[in-house]
């Protein structure tokens, strides 16, 4: 069993920047892949970034590629978000994920093991 606990939500403007952390519980987590989803009231969870298990290898959504950054602190069980250029449509819960297994279908949500309760980031005009 794995749990997330993400912090570093928040109200920002437009354009500013935000930190988002993920904190695992439990053993393993260096041979974890990790994903940061975000979901608005109405829509799918929707792929943001994700990161393997080694941080060798980083994937983003096309929405946010050259703002976002995903990292992991293997030492501390964290994985990171930083949002720059943070725009309104940007705003939604965002959640960490945890997958298990080797083989690992980055951008689909169903390929994920565990979830966390997620973290609401409200960005204004």
């Known amino acids: 069993q794995v749990h997330l606990v993400e912090s570093g939500g928040g109200l920002v403007q437009a354009g500013g920047s935000l930190r988002l952390s993920c904190l695992a519980s439990g053993r393993g987590f260096t041979d974890y892949h990790l994903g940061w989803f975000r979901r608005t009231p109405g829509k799918e969870r929707e792929f943001v970034a994700a990161i393997n298990w080694s941080g060798a290898q980083s994937y983003y959504a096309d929405s946010v590629k050259g703002l976002f950054a995903i990292s992991r602190d293997n030492a501390e069980n964290t994985v990171y978000l930083q949002m720059n250029g943070l725009k309104p449509e940007d705003t939604a819960v965002y959640y960490c994920?945890?997958?298990?297994?080797?083989?690992?279908?980055?951008?689909?949500?169903?390929?994920?093991?565990?979830w966390g309760q997620g973290t609401q980031v409200t960005v204004s005009s």
């Open positions: 994920a945890v997958r298990k297994a080797t083989r690992w279908t980055v951008r689909d949500p169903e390929n994920y093991d565990y």
